[in-house]
């Protein structure tokens, strides 16, 4: 390795690559998107919503004791059932989010300080509305007895599988349209913009010259240096126009900088396949498809195969960790297998890049 040569050839190519509109193209879309999703967007979401439906042999005051607590935290529909039967039908079938049965004497049993049972049913998909009235319900009796745990609640509700977390009820709109496009930037500036550096060097014979004054290497850390550095700009650019603060920013930034790694290494393999960069134009919008569409996936109620299958790109991967790094919140585990499936992919790329380069020297 040779760190002066290096040097210039990357100085060379961020050079050529200011100077050609495809590749500012790559970077500005992205970088555009993200601008007007921050400009449009509002970081304060809307309050949530639940439907709530109650089952009582007899008038009650837990209705009212239960808006009592929930406040103005969540706009609650209060809902009348005729019986228990009618209840489960409607939960079981998501037209209401909370049902409450209420057996006779309830409000004198706690009253008196005794636990009555009560049961509470959850819909299978409740939201977050659905999910904070159910966890309240405890203290909304404890406020209509006026003292201390007076009831036995019990809560039934059918979880969603693991991994299958719905990334607008996490992140919110914002901030999940905010992260995909800068996911799509980086996917961007290493499967189009480094691509068109090394087609454009094809095209012009130059790239057979650095073969024969610099090893291997040399030409594969220049090229990657030179997305990096696109990528570490325009990153820092829409993070700072936008006012996105990942909350746990060593694990982000890990995150993007191993995704970047990898998809450069890729693009350095795609600019080798073509002979100059009109084709790479031609052929990226199928080209990009495998690689962009996991990213929109990632926390969608997806079938089990799906699932496996999303969790071998490297672009899901990186996105999962992406999340957790702006969360701050593992809410995809096992985040050392999501750097491994990343790097793995990276390994594979600049072994083909450099089986390229032998070749094309022979």
């Not at 390795?1 to 500012?24: G, Q, Y």
């Not at 959850?122 to 909304?140: E, F, K, R, T």
């Not at 650095?210 to 696109?230: E, N, T």
């Amino acid at each position: 390795m040779h760190p002066r040569m290096i040097r210039t050839i990357f100085l060379k190519d961020v050079r050529d690559a200011i100077r050609d509109a495809r590749v500012l193209v790559a970077i500005l879309v992205p970088l555009g998107l993200a601008i007007f999703y921050g400009a449009i967007l509002d970081d304060q979401t809307a309050r949530p919503s639940a439907r709530v439906i109650f089952s009582a042999a007899e008038p009650t005051d837990l209705d009212e004791a239960l808006v009592s607590t929930v406040g103005g935290a969540v706009q609650l529909d209060l809902q009348s059932a005729p019986d228990v039967t009618t209840l489960r039908r409607l939960v079981g079938q998501e037209e209401a989010d909370v049902g409450i049965i209420v057996p006779p004497g309830f409000d004198e049993a706690v009253r008196r300080g005794e636990q009555p049972a009560l049961d509470v049913i959850v819909a299978p998909d409740v939201m977050v509305g659905g999910q904070y009235v159910a966890g309240s319900i405890g203290s909304a009796v404890e406020r209509l007895a006026g003292r201390g745990p007076v009831a036995d609640v019990r809560v039934v509700a059918e979880q969603p599988p693991p991994g299958q977390v719905s990334l607008l009820d996490q992140l919110g709109l914002r901030r999940y349209s905010l992260l995909t496009t800068l996911v799509l930037l980086v996917v961007m500036i290493a499967m189009l913009a480094v691509p068109v550096i090394l087609a454009e060097e094809t095209e012009k014979r130059t790239l057979d010259a650095l073969v024969m004054i610099a090893s291997y290497l040399d030409v594969v850390l220049a090229k990657a240096m030179v997305g990096l550095v696109y990528v570490a700009i325009a990153v820092a650019i829409q993070l700072g126009l936008t006012r996105l603060v990942p909350a746990d920013i060593g694990l982000f930034v890990a995150a993007l900088a191993a995704l970047s790694v990898t998809l450069i290494g890729f693009g350095l393999v795609l600019g080798g396949l073509f002979k100059n960069a009109n084709q790479i134009n031609t052929w990226s919008g199928f080209l990009l498809m495998p690689i962009v569409v996991p990213v929109f996936l990632v926390g969608l109620p997806v079938p089990g195969w799906t699932d496996l299958l999303l969790a071998l790109f490297p672009t899901s991967q990186g996105t999962q960790l992406a999340v957790n790094g702006l969360i701050g919140e593992a809410v995809f585990p096992d985040a050392w297998l999501s750097f491994l499936v990343i790097l793995a992919w990276g390994g594979i790329a600049y072994a083909m890049v450099l089986r390229q380069l032998a070749r094309r020297e022979a």
